[in-house]
């Protein structure tokens, strides 16, 4: 529910440009079939995470939903003294 401008220090711009253009067509499609936005609660699985550099950090958490559950995919990359997201996948 989020808007992504949000999210944008926490993300590379490659990142950001994709959920911005996810989020998009999300929105046109919930509008070209009448649906509303709508908020889906989800319960976070433990996080599993491996370091495969000093500066890079990788992540997977499973999110359960009511319905169905969705992998969440991450790559963290320093950038000066910040932590961004180099890479986000839902799957």
Same mark, same amino acid.
């Given at each position: ?12 711009? $490659?990142? &950001?440009?994709? @959920? $911005?253009?996810? +989020?998009?067509? +999300? ?9 509303? $936005?709508?908020?889906?609660? &989800? ?14 950090? $990788? ?16 790559? @963290? ?15």
């Amino acid at each position: 529910m989020r808007d992504v401008s949000q999210l944008a220090r926490w993300l590379t711009p $490659e990142v &950001y440009t994709g @959920l $911005e253009r996810q +989020a998009t067509l +999300a929105r046109r499609g919930r509008s070209a079939h009448g649906q509303s $936005e709508r908020h889906v609660a &989800y319960r976070l699985g433990p996080p599993h995470f491996c370091r495969p550099t000093v500066h890079t950090v $990788e992540a997977t958490i499973i999110a359960h939903g009511p319905v169905t559950s969705v992998a969440v995919v991450l790559r @963290l990359e320093t950038h000066g003294a910040h932590w961004r997201a180099s890479v986000l996948h839902v799957l």
